[in-house]
């Protein structure tokens, strides 16, 4: 396992091409529905809900944390790295799924399940990542704890609507 942090310029545009990458296709389920919607507003909110802003915020941020764990694993010569990478996509075809499930076809329950299922594939993709390179394993951890506060958020829109 490599945990030396070593980007040089060459790595500049395929670190930023990673990390477009995945802020484009985790952002891109937003055009289908989101918070602004009649239906949502409707909703009873719980009292963990945080401001809206902040999801504007806190999404890119570890989406750009997520593309540059994703680069380190791309790069590396490592046994693990094709089963590391079907994870990460496994877990973020979870991910862009949730938006749809739950703003669009507006079923809490079932957004609650893919959510479970996204957290289920993001604990091994973070291990799987950590073990080619500790420091992407670590990249992930803020986003696993988003999405853990995020499955209880979605429990706690369920339970209340």
């Known amino acids: 396992m490599t945990t030396a942090v070593s980007l040089d310029r060459d790595d500049i545009p ?5 990390v477009v990458l995945v802020n484009l296709v985790g ?6 529905g989101g918070p602004g919607s009649a239906w949502f507003q ?10 809206p802003w902040l999801f504007g915020v806190v999404w890119p941020l570890l989406f750009t944390l997520l593309g540059v764990a994703l680069y380190f694993v791309w790069r ?3 046994p693990g790295r094709r089963f590391a ?9 979870f991910n862009v799924a949730w938006t ?3 703003f669009r ?9 893919v959510i479970g299922g996204l957290l ?3 604990v091994p993709t973070a291990v799987a990542f950590g073990r080619i390179r500790r420091t992407a394993g670590l990249l992930v951890v803020p986003y696993l704890l988003w999405v853990a506060f995020a499955a209880v958020l979605n429990y706690r829109f369920l339970a209340l609507n």
Do not use: R, T, W
């Open 14 to 18: 395929g670190v930023l091409a990673a």
């Open 27 to 32: 952002s891109a389920p937003a055009a289908l």
């Open 42 to 51: 409707s909703l009873a909110k719980p009292a963990i809900y945080p401001p």
């Open 76 to 78: 590396a010569d490592h």
């Open 85 to 93: 990478l079907g994870l990460f996509v496994a877990q973020m075809a």
């Open 100 to 102: 749809p499930v739950f």
């Open 105 to 113: 076809a507006q079923n809490l329950a079932l957004a609650l399940a």
């Open 120 to 122: 289920l594939l993001a």
